[in-house]
């Protein structure tokens, strides 16, 4: 069965740099997301993206965050000047299209930050 | 604004014991419905879904859920807990109200322990 597959899976960075999160979504899915989870707490949606931009986003994704799909299979999240509190799991998910579509989810990068 | 409400962030049940995970919803218009589970270390699997039609939905490794649209609940079931249940269940919702990608809100989890 199709996977949607996260890279790396634990990445430690130290406060203020930058990190980018990568992930490879099902091959024909059109629908792209980003969640995360900080230890503890509920998962919380960060980003959709769709026809190549952001169709919807959280107050959470602030100018600190960005998404690309730099080609035709990843689609990343990149977290400039990283913070303590941005330790998390973060979960990128993919569906086929909108709506009662499951969406499908990677096993998580969980990013530390020291 | 939609939310997800899991009544018990913990639930212990014996093997062999019935499983019952509770999720409320609050929702303006019907909503999609949806439980997750997460294993250690592992993402989120989808274990069920509602969308439309028959409102007792089956998933996999036997747990099913029902939809109640006068209680707004759609609670998560299973009749005889297995030791490999054990594991943190969610509940999420999403609607078409929104113009995107209708992204789930996701309560905030219920972690089951099967005891031998």
Redesign the interface.
């Known amino acids: 069965e199709p996977e949607v597959t996260q890279t790396p899976s634990h990445q430690v960075t130290q406060m203020g740099q930058e990190v980018i999160l990568r992930c490879v979504p099902i091959s024909n899915h059109l629908y792209f997301y980003w969640y995360r989870q900080i230890l503890g707490q509920k998962v919380e949606f960060l980003v959709s993206f769709y026809n190549n931009e952001i169709s919807e986003k959280s107050e959470i994704f602030d100018d600190q965050f960005s998404v690309e799909r730099p080609d035709g299979s990843n689609f990343t999240l990149k977290i400039r000047s990283t913070k303590l509190e941005d330790s998390a799991m973060y979960f990128c998910a993919s569906s086929p299209s909108r709506g009662y579509q499951p969406q499908h989810f990677g096993d998580g990068t969980r990013l530390s930050i020291l | 604004a939609q939310s997800v409400t899991q009544l018990g962030s913990h639930v212990s049940v014996s093997e062999g014991a019935l499983v019952l995970l509770r999720c409320n919803y609050s929702s303006s218009v019907p909503p999609?419905l949806?439980w997750?589970v997460q294993y250690p270390?592992?993402?989120?699997?989808?274990l069920l879904?509602y969308?439309?039609g028959a409102t007792l939905v089956k998933g996999i490794n036997g747990f099913e859920a029902e939809f109640k649209k006068s209680e707004t609940s759609f609670h998560l079931t299973k009749p005889s807990a297995h030791m490999s249940d054990a594991a943190e269940y969610?509940c999420?919702v999403?609607d078409?109200q929104?113009?995107?990608?209708?992204?789930?809100?996701?309560?905030?989890?219920t972690r089951l322990s099967v005891i031998a």
Do not use: C, D, I, W
């Not at chain 2, 270390?41 to 989808?46: E, M, S, W």
């Not at chain 2, 929104?98 to 989890?109: H, I, M, Q, R, Y």
């Open positions: 999609y949806f997750y270390n592992q993402g989120l699997q989808l879904k969308t439309t969610f999420a999403s078409l929104n113009s995107g990608n209708t992204p789930l809100v996701f309560g905030k989890g």
